[in-house]
């Protein structure tokens, strides 16, 4: 059985604090669970939770991954930008140009996300969370899109981009010019198996896919790396 996107993790040197900036920007509801599981859920079943995991790891520069949020109003999007920095995020300079209509922002720990114009096309048929936009080469993202079993939405120009069946949040990866990797990713993966599932053949499906073993993780989770060198986990949930 294929294993599923579960959550996108943030590895966040304050998980609590980043996922009350994360639950009051998105609305979304926090997870009951143990004090080291800190999550929010999204508002359906068919899109993946957030996960705030503990880390000291030094922030070096920007990150391979960020969210675009989408508008659906110049209105909108103002409110958002505004929520945000109630919340704790702040305004952040990555290049880009003023003519540009996305407001580019960083939340409490320094990851950086974008809030869209209103009008965005191509994010018009995905949720509040548009896109997670990623840099990345086109050969990862024919690798996940064959991991997840979601379509291509998008591959042009080496720029490649999938989406659930279900609709939602699409995945992108720009192309090159890739930046090279400096230590462990702040935002990765989480795919999950049902409890019967056998976690060694879905392992054995990646390795095929073309996915690299990084480790073991704390006993229902493997530790791997997908072509371009990032991380993911694979565990069987009960």
Not at 29 to 36: F, I, L
Not at 228 to 238: I, L, Y
Request: glycine fraction near 12%; hydrophobic fraction near 35%.
């Amino acid at each position: 059985m294929t294993s599923q996107l579960f959550a996108i993790c943030f590895n966040a040197t304050r998980p609590s604090d980043l996922a009350r900036f994360w639950s009051g920007v998105l609305g979304w509801e926090p997870a009951g669970g143990p004090d080291d599981d800190v999550a929010i859920l999204p508002p359906d079943s068919t899109g993946f939770r957030i996960r705030f995991l503990p880390s000291q790891e030094p922030k070096t520069g920007q990150n391979r991954a960020h969210f675009d949020l989408t508008s659906a109003s110049p209105e909108g999007q103002q409110q958002t930008v505004a929520r945000a920095l109630e919340f704790g995020g702040k305004h952040i300079d990555v290049g880009q140009r003023p003519e540009e209509g996305h407001v580019v922002l960083a939340d409490p720990d320094g990851n950086e996300f974008c809030v869209i114009e209103a009008g965005n096309k191509f994010l018009a048929d995905t949720g509040f969370i548009g896109a997670l936009a990623c840099d990345g080469t086109q050969e990862v993202g024919y690798f996940w899109s064959k991991a997840l079993q979601w379509p291509l939405v998008w591959d042009q120009d080496q720029e490649t981009a999938i989406q659930s069946p279900d609709g939602g949040t699409k995945i992108t990866w720009g192309g090159p010019p890739v930046a090279p990797k400096t230590g462990p990713n702040r935002l990765r993966f989480e795919l999950a198996l049902p409890a019967d599932a056998d976690q060694e053949a879905e392992v054995d499906r990646l390795l095929s896919l073309g996915a690299t073993r990084a480790g073991t993780g704390d006993g229902s989770q493997v530790l791997m790396l997908d072509p371009d060198g990032n991380e993911f986990s694979v565990r069987t949930h009960r």
